[in-house]
């Protein structure tokens, strides 16, 4: 299902889906919450990708400064996690 609004700036008073427009106000209670609900997951989910995003850059940082920690190892010194 694609889902565009037709306009950009004020509150939309019709909406496109699957190439067919549609004009809110003669939708039925029933489809209006149900898209209130499926834009609210597409909210949702914009966020917790962006919210992704940030943590695999920090764990990225995390890893780096992490091995920028770890002591030199060389000759027969070895470190043995376990």
């Not at 190439?19 to 989910?45: P, R």
């Not at 992704?52 to 920090?58: I, N, R, S």
Request: proline share 2%.
């Amino acid at each position: 299902m694609f889902i565009t609004s037709l306009s950009s700036k004020k509150p939309m008073s019709k909406i496109q889906i699957d190439n067919k427009e549609y004009d809110l106000n003669s939708l039925s209670d029933k489809c209006k919450a149900q898209l209130a609900s499926l834009q609210f997951v597409e909210q949702e989910l914009a966020r917790i990708q962006a919210q992704a995003a940030v943590l695999q850059t920090a764990r990225v940082s995390y890893a780096q400064a992490l091995q920028a920690a770890l002591p030199a190892l060389g000759g027969s010194d070895t470190i043995k996690l376990s």
